[in-house]
């Protein structure tokens, strides 16, 4: 009896195993809901670098997962950005950080040549090693904060370097709200009166951010930033 119910746990958890969703696909639930891939596992397609017509070197994909290698060349980086431009939506993607790794989701980007990054027109979600990276002294700037403006460590929890962190980013007629790894790090709306005290108490205040946050649709990056960054699992559904 025994080894009969061994045998058959065994087997129960190997059915589990065998059902659970590989990276980069879409259940039909998913698909009947609206989802649509980011990113398909295998490609960069979809996406180019800031201001160019392809991805830099620096972006390359390995292993199901686009990977930021800070080794490559200089001339192979830059933010890398989505072909297509959004404006309500929920966006679900995966990242993971090495020791002392430094990155962010930026959306809202308005793409021209007069804005020579895309930090100057879009707001952040921060992606960070809370422990080891120097851009760690700010509450707000910690994983998963709207940068610089709201978030502290209550709300910031990420796994640890190394481990997949699940991201939910939902913008819905400039309101915003994040999760990371189920937690609620930030909600509010753009353009408000807390919203504009807050971007008044943060570097965005400086006249070279004049265009930031002006517009809730726009385009969305994958930064480039010390260290190297995994990104999987990208998935958006528009609202």
């Known amino acids: 009896m025994k080894k009969t119910l061994i045998i058959f746990t065994a087997l129960a958890m190997m059915g589990s195993v065998s059902m659970a969703q590989a990276p980069n696909t879409l259940t039909k639930k998913e698909k009947k809901e609206g989802w649509k891939l980011l990113f398909d596992g295998k490609t960069t ?21 686009i990977v930021f290698d800070p080794s490559k060349p200089k001339e192979g980086g830059g933010d890398i950005v989505t072909n297509d431009v959004y404006e309500n939506y929920e966006l679900n993607l995966q990242w993971k950080i090495s020791k002392g790794g430094n990155s962010g989701i930026i959306f809202d980007i308005q793409e021209d040549p007069k804005f020579n990054a895309t930090y100057l027109t ?20 910690l ?74 649709k726009g385009k969305i990056a994958l930064q480039q930033h010390p260290g190297s960054s995994q990104w999987r699992n990208i998935k958006i559904r528009q609202l």
């Not at 397609?45 to 997962?65: E, I, N, P």
């Not at 879009?122 to 700037?141: C, S, T």
């Not at 991201?167 to 990371?180: A, E, S």
């Open 45 to 65: 397609k979809g996406w180019h670098t800031y201001l160019r017509d392809t991805v830099g070197s620096k972006w390359q994909v390995k292993d199901g997962a």
């Open 122 to 141: 879009g707001p952040e979600m921060q992606v960070l090693d809370n422990i080891d990276a120097d851009d760690n002294k700010k509450q707000n700037h």
């Open 143 to 216: 994983a998963g904060c709207l940068y610089d403006m709201s978030g502290d460590s209550t709300v910031s929890k990420p796994v640890p370097v190394g481990e997949w962190n699940q991201v939910r980013l939902i913008q819905n007629k400039g309101h915003l709200t994040f999760y990371l790894n189920g937690i609620k790090t930030f909600e509010g709306q753009m353009g408000s009166d807390e919203w504009n005290k807050m971007v008044a108490g943060s570097k965005f205040a400086n006249p070279a951010f004049t265009n930031f946050a002006k517009v809730a």
